[in-house]
């Protein structure tokens, strides 16, 4: 087969996506199955999944390094049904409440600070919704900003470890889980304090938008911190233990795991039901993990045979394009991607075509992670299909409309292309050295 049988491909895979309804794992598997089948017309169905296919799925589903998504799920489930994402915005809204627009840096920072053990838009959009919609409610906050800020700081997920996203990318790409968690922690770090500043702008604009409240005393922010402890010890743990070099990512998630379990049966903070509860969404999230890296490793296999990522690269190659322009147009698809599909999903999808652009341009791969989940997080929060803008008017209750949330995440779109910008003109400082200091 030719180059355009893999575009034949893609064009199919998104059609059972967008036409049929297909999620993003099964609709990738269908299409790299049928395409490796037709390819191989003297092999039989059942010697496909007998073979290429079966062993595809088999190297998935029974690779020891992909342990490291569940157990990493795992912990950030413990630690919602635990109830520590009430106790992160309590601390932060003590610490910073009373100021203009206090509540809204609060969910900024409580959504990084539960991102930092979840890793997920979703139950962080979910959870902070629940607890930072009506207090800023209560206190007259306009709709944009409440929605925006919590919109925007569920997309941290991503950006701050452990990213499921830069775990994905890691073990698709063969690159080291723990380099690119700690080449991620610059840029989540940039991007929560951006959306922080961006409240502050917006305050000085539309005074009227945030009420200030009145101030707390040092001793009730004092006897705030112990709330944030075990969050941030949990943090600690499994970054040292990964800058360590000693042991291995999958380790490290299976310790702050178990750690995370033994704190929170001691607290007393987690029921058998809430455990159950934490366990069933590990399983129906890792599924779901799993079921998309096996489709995309089947039609990335598909892919390759008809030889469309070696065009391309050829291609890119013969139009003597500046690598600049290359890049650009990278970037600019993973964006365009991100708004209408999951950004985990899109990810896959496209790692097969650019990663070997990615070589050609002699990009730091590490690096090149971080700019992807910044630029497919941003769907996040963008139209049409923004998944945490959903989840956040989904969460008012019909108090606030969706164009409303878009509309207010948008306001924060200057933070992303302001890190995106620094991670440009800077990858080693906000990168590299980090990344480097891992073993």
Not at 47 to 65: E, H, I, M, R
Not at 142 to 157: E, F, I, N, Y
Not at 384 to 409: D, N, Q, T, W
Request: glycine letters at 10%; a positive charge.
């Amino acid at each position: 087969m030719t180059p355009a049988a893999g575009l034949f491909g893609i064009a199919a895979m998104l059609a059972a996506i967008f036409l049929l309804g297909l999620s993003p794992g099964p609709a990738m598997a269908l299409v790299g199955f049928a395409g490796l089948l037709l390819m191989r017309d003297t092999v039989t169905l059942a010697d496909l999944f007998a073979g290429t296919a079966g062993l595809d799925f088999w190297d998935v589903f029974s690779n020891y390094g992909f342990t490291v998504i569940p157990l990493f799920v795992l912990l950030g489930e413990v630690i919602f049904y635990a109830g520590y994402s009430d106790r992160l915005f309590a601390a932060a809204q003590t610490c910073f409440g009373h100021r203009r627009g206090g509540l809204a840096i609060t969910t900024i920072f409580a959504c990084a600070g539960f991102s930092s053990i979840c890793g997920s838009n979703t139950a962080a959009a979910a959870t902070l919704s629940a607890v930072a919609l009506p207090a800023m409610e209560e206190r007259g906050y306009h709709p944009r900003l409440k929605t925006g800020a919590v919109a925007a700081g569920s997309t941290l997920g991503a950006m701050i470890p452990p990213s499921i996203v830069l775990v994905v990318y890691g073990l698709n790409t063969g690159q080291s889980v723990g380099k690119l968690f700690a080449g991620s922690i610059v840029p989540g770090l940039l991007l929560t304090l951006l959306f922080a500043l961006t409240v502050a702008v917006i305050c000085l604009r539309h005074p009227d938008w945030a009420p200030a409240a009145a101030p707390t005393r040092w001793r009730a922010r004092l006897r705030a911190i112990p709330l944030t402890l075990d969050v941030a010890v949990l943090f600690g743990v499994v970054m040292t233990a990964l800058f360590s070099g000693k042991i291995t990512p999958t380790e490290a998630a299976g310790v702050g795991s178990l750690l995370a379990v033994a704190v929170c049966v001691f607290r007393g903070h987690l029921s058998r039901k809430a455990f159950a509860r934490a366990a069933g969404d590990t399983l129906r999230i890792t599924g779901m993990v799993f079921l998309l890296l096996a489709g995309a490793t089947l039609f990335g296999r598909f892919l390759t045979r008809t030889g469309l990522p070696a065009a391309l690269t050829e291609s890119v190659a013969a139009a003597h394009l500046p690598g600049a322009a290359v890049f650009a147009l990278m970037i600019l698809c993973y964006l365009a991607g991100g708004c209408v599909m999951d950004a985990l999903a899109f990810l896959l999808i496209a790692l097969p075509l650019f990663m070997p652009l990615v070589s050609t341009l002699g990009l730091d791969p590490i690096w090149f992670g971080q700019v992807l989940c910044l630029v497919t997080t941003l769907g996040a929060v963008t139209p049409p299909i923004g998944v945490s803008c959903f989840v956040v008017a989904g969460m008012s209750r019909g108090k606030i409309g969706l164009h409303e949330v878009f509309r207010g995440a948008f306001l924060f779109y200057p933070a992303y292309l302001a890190t995106l910008v620094l991670l440009l003109l800077f990858p080693h400082a906000t990168v590299g050295w980090l990344a480097a200091l891992v073993r």
